[in-house]
């Protein structure tokens, strides 16, 4: 562990770097699952295929939305100056 610490400008760029990430994260995320669930809510499907439909859409925004935060995240830590 280093013995030099952060300045207050370097934790406020951390938050938004984080906040930002997780918002983006969240926007992918939902127009993923909007995309793949979509057709369920707009159209007369069989049960099995709307639950599949549900089921998919939630999992690929769910990855989406983790690999979109792990990008982000470290983007901003690769961009930083040592």
């Known amino acids: 562990m ?3 610490r952060r300045s207050q400008a370097q934790r406020d760029e951390m938050t938004v770097e984080i906040g930002y990430a997780l ?3 969240c926007f992918l995320g939902a127009v993923a699952f909007g995309v793949i669930a979509g057709p369920a809510a707009v159209w007369r499907l069989p049960p099995g ?3 599949f439909l549900l089921v ?3 999992s690929v925004g769910s990855v989406l939305a983790v690999l979109r935060v792990v990008h982000v995240l470290w983007r901003y830590a690769g961009a930083r100056p040592r």
């Open 56 to 58: 998919a859409g939630a």
């Open 23 to 25: 918002l983006s994260a």
């Open 49 to 51: 295929a709307e639950r």
């Open 2 to 4: 280093g013995t030099n």
